[in-house]
């Protein structure tokens, strides 16, 4: 799987700058891996498969990086797939998607970093009385550190390592740095 993400430019090993500012080892940009669909189709055949006969009724995702994952892991459980999404800045439920007491819900998320969006989606399945069953995602930058629900299911793990340009060690050494996510209008 490691292979897949590195042979799509997903993962990159070299000297970047991030949009935070901050400069790491590691580049990661999980769109770079979604956009084909065999990719698709079996990267989310690993989660799928992890959360397969557990009784889900229904994935949902936080928008907009979940929604590809979440719906195609949805596709493949044959299960009713909603997104979640922002509007001035408070997660919601729109477009007559709803959540129904006792209904057994699995949050699917492309990247988990801080955790932010799936923990809010957490509240919001909370607030209409579902059952959180698990969560799912691509990639956990947290290294596991971010516990988001009992069963919590991630294809990669990975500890992204990440300096003040003035810590940087690949600075120290001279080590020409690249800035991926100003080429690109995606989130990194
Ligand atoms: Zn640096």
């Known amino acids: 799987m490691l292979d897949v993400f590195k042979s799509t430019g997903a ?4 000297h970047f700058r991030l949009t935070s500012g901050r400069h790491s080892n590691t580049y990661f940009q999980c769109a770079k891996v979604l956009q084909h669909p065999e990719h698709l ?3 989310c055949s690993v989660i ?7 009784g889900i009724e229904t994935v949902i995702s936080p928008a907009i990086g979940g929604i590809v994952v979440g719906t195609e892991v949805g596709r493949q459980l044959g299960v009713k797939t909603i997104f979640a999404e922002r509007k001035e800045g408070k997660m919601t439920i729109r477009r007559g998607f709803t959540l129904e007491p006792g209904e057994h819900v699995l949050v699917i998320e492309d990247v988990i970093t801080t955790g932010g969006s799936v923990a809010e989606v957490i509240e919001l399945i909370r607030e209409s009385g579902a059952s959180l069953v698990g969560v799912g995602s691509v ?3 947290s290294n596991g550190k971010v516990r ?4 919590q299911f991630s294809v990669l793990t990975m ?7 003035e810590d940087c060690p690949l600075c120290r050494e001279g080590v020409p740095i690249d800035s991926p996510g100003s080429r690109h209008t995606n989130r990194n």
């Open 159 to 165: 500890e992204v390592v990440s300096y003040t340009p």
């Open 148 to 151: 988001l629900a009992e069963d």
């Open 11 to 14: 993962l990159l090993d070299g």
């Open 41 to 43: 189709s079996r990267v």
């Open 139 to 141: 990639v956990d930058r």
């Open 48 to 54: 799928a498969g992890h959360f397969s006969g557990k």
